[in-house]
């Protein structure tokens, strides 16, 4: 009974880190949009290249989620989720301490490669750390706390814009990702998929390299 109960409190904390991962992606991504125009004050910016500072973390997050999901599958989710969360954890500090746009923008192009690392590597946690009867909700709630991020974002993002410095957008990125390494060390088994032993990086630059030319043309458009 203790160890079914104990098995009980890892798959919650799992979810829990998933969740909030995959939250802090979203409304870092909506936060920002809300501090541009402060962005674009503080460094004297045109609105051109403002823009970048979406569209960089935009590009690389969603070109590489495919060669993330695949190395998550052959060297282990838990190690890519944690190396993923460590990017973006650090990309975030250098985006906080940014001195010029080029700056934060790199960084915040480097933020999304660690963002495209956690959501197929947290999706996967969930999927082989919980049971297949409560699979469907589990995803479905990290679903649900995906968009509730696009929600929260804007708000988030106004208010600390409005009492602090857009740079805390960023800075507030530290605590969360040491709770959520915390709760993964501590609820999630390391797995992979034994069947998947090799790379086709060849498929994966043509891949990446195409919803590249996807992402920037809609955006641009």
């Not at 160890?3 to 936060?31: K, N, P, Q, Y």
């Not at 590489?64 to 695949?70: E, K, M």
């Not at 804007?154 to 605590?175: K, T």
Request: glycine content about 12%; charged content about 15%; overall charge positive.
């Amino acid at each position: 009974m203790t160890e079914v109960a104990g098995a009980g409190r890892r798959r919650r904390l799992l979810l829990a880190a998933v969740i909030l991962s995959v939250a802090a992606g979203f409304i870092d991504l909506t936060a920002v949009s809300v501090a541009l125009p402060a962005i674009q004050r503080d460094f004297d910016i045109s609105t051109t290249t403002t823009h970048w500072v979406v569209l960089g973390f935009l590009v690389t997050s969603a070109s590489l989620v495919a060669a993330a999901g695949r190395f998550a599958d052959i060297f282990g989710r838990r190690r890519v989720f944690l190396l993923g969360l460590g990017v973006f954890t650090l990309a975030s500090v250098l985006c906080g301490v940014s001195t010029n746009e080029w700056w934060l923008i790199g960084a915040r192009a480097l933020q999304g490669v660690g963002s495209a690392a956690l959501v197929p590597a947290g999706i996967a946690l969930v999927t082989t750390g919980v049971p297949e009867r409560e699979r469907g909700m589990a995803l479905g709630s990290v679903a649900a706390m995906a968009t509730g991020g696009y929600v929260v974002g804007p708000v988030l993002g106004g208010i600390i814009v409005d009492h602090a410095s857009w740079r805390w957008i960023f800075f507030i990125n530290v605590p969360m990702a040491v709770a959520i390494a915390t709760l993964v060390l501590t609820a999630a088994a390391e797995s992979r998929d034994e069947r998947v032993r090799t790379i086709d990086y060849r498929g994966l630059v043509m891949l990446t390299g195409g919803l590249t030319t996807i992402v920037l043309g809609v955006s641009r458009g």
